[in-house]
């Protein structure tokens, strides 16, 4: 059975009110991971969300790279404004590698991904997801030098 036109309505009226770019934020030990936005989507009736990241390699091309220990944990965090406090975190992140023409898939627990145990430079990118009342994904990429200090 179809929904009733009023739930439709209230429906589209919250989906309307999701205007605002994401701040994707990650961190390591107290320390910042230096991020560029590549592009987000919030899912309405009409439109679902489906994004593929921008190759990191392009993105990145001339970015610092930031600095972290072979084996660190990275956790990611949406940063809202206090008029915003209520928006929800992220249900999923999807973190990729891309590293000499290969694209490798790295293990997200919850909000927490580990960095490469061998030493280099990773080109990265995260998609965070959001698949419960609001519906949506952005994505970011970053550059790691892993190294022992």
């Known amino acids: ?81 206090p008029e915003l406090k209520d928006f929800p975190q992220p249900n999923a992140y999807e973190v990729l590698i891309h590293k000499d023409g290969e694209t490798t898939t790295v293990e997200v627990n919850g909000d927490t991904a580990k960095v490469p145990t061998v030493e280099g430079r990773y080109f990265m990118s995260v998609k965070a997801i959001w698949s419960d009342d609001v519906k949506g994904e952005a994505v970011y990429a970053f550059l790691l030098s892993v190294k022992e200090e």
């Not at 009733?4 to 309505?9: A, N």
């Not at 560029?36 to 921008?54: F, I, M, Q, R, V």
């Open 1 to 81: 059975m179809a929904p009733s036109p009023q739930t439709t309505e209230v429906e589209n009226e919250e989906e309307a009110e999701i205007t605002f770019k994401p701040d994707l934020q990650a961190y390591y030990d107290n320390d910042s991971v230096w991020m560029s936005y590549d592009k987000h989507c919030w899912e309405s009736a009409d439109k679902k969300c489906s994004l593929k990241p921008t190759p990191a390699q392009e993105m990145l091309e001339h970015e610092r790279a930031n600095q972290v220990k072979p084996g660190e944990e990275i956790r990611f965090r949406l940063s809202v404004t």
